[in-house]
């Protein structure tokens, strides 16, 4: 029983520091309460990717799509980017937003905190780009109503 705890414990340890690797590496917030306090302030959308360690396409999507540097340069402009481990942070995040396809992306009105555009799934740049446009798209229209 001892071997079980120890190594749940060092299971946790060791893939939470690998999301905040990440999330240090493109700058991306690991509190959700805090990016919704930002994104009001600033007027942008929180951006919350929603990803695990153990999922292959999570770190995929992490490396190829979220690390390319001009991925990281508009995200970083145009919203509060957050990142969660479904799993580990379950009690940090609202729920409605823990989906059973990973990697998953939530754009959230920060004054709602509903979602206005979710992707699912792996995506390279070009096309998660474009879904980031739809995203700010979206947004901007809710907030001429």
Same mark, same amino acid.
């Given at each position: 029983? #001892?071997? $079980?705890?120890?190594?749940?414990?060092?299971? *946790?340890? /060791?893939?939470?520091?690998?999301?905040?690797? !990440?999330?240090?590496?493109?700058?991306?917030?690991?509190?959700?309460?805090?990016?919704?306090?930002?994104?009001?302030?600033?007027?942008?959308?929180?951006?919350?990717?929603?990803?695990?360690?153990?999922?292959?396409?999570? #770190?995929? $999507?992490?490396?190829?799509?979220?690390?390319? *540097?001009? /991925?990281?340069?508009?995200?970083?402009?145009? !919203?509060?980017?957050?990142?969660?481990?479904?799993?580990?942070?379950?009690?940090?995040?609202?729920?409605?937003?823990?989906?059973?396809?990973?990697?998953?992306v939530y754009f959230i009105d920060p004054s709602s905190q509903k979602s206005v555009h979710e992707i699912f799934a792996y995506m390279k740049k070009d096309e998660f780009l474009q879904n980031t446009e739809?995203?700010?798209?979206?947004?901007?229209?809710?907030?001429?109503?």
């Amino acid at each position: 029983m #001892k071997l $079980f705890v120890f190594l749940s414990i060092f299971i *946790s340890l /060791v893939y939470g520091a690998q999301i905040d690797e !990440f999330a240090k590496s493109v700058s991306y917030s690991r509190d959700y309460s805090a990016s919704i306090k930002t994104a009001k302030e600033q007027k942008k959308m929180v951006m919350l990717v929603v990803v695990s360690d153990y999922c292959p396409w999570c #770190k995929k $999507f992490e490396h190829k799509t979220l690390e390319d *540097s001009i /991925v990281k340069a508009s995200i970083n402009k145009n !919203f509060t980017p957050l990142v969660v481990d479904k799993l580990a942070d379950k009690d940090s995040f609202p729920q409605e937003f823990a989906s059973k396809l990973i990697p998953a992306v939530y754009f959230i009105d920060p004054s709602s905190q509903k979602s206005v555009h979710e992707i699912f799934a792996y995506m390279k740049k070009d096309e998660f780009l474009q879904n980031t446009e739809k995203a700010l798209n979206v947004f901007k229209q809710k907030q001429q109503k």
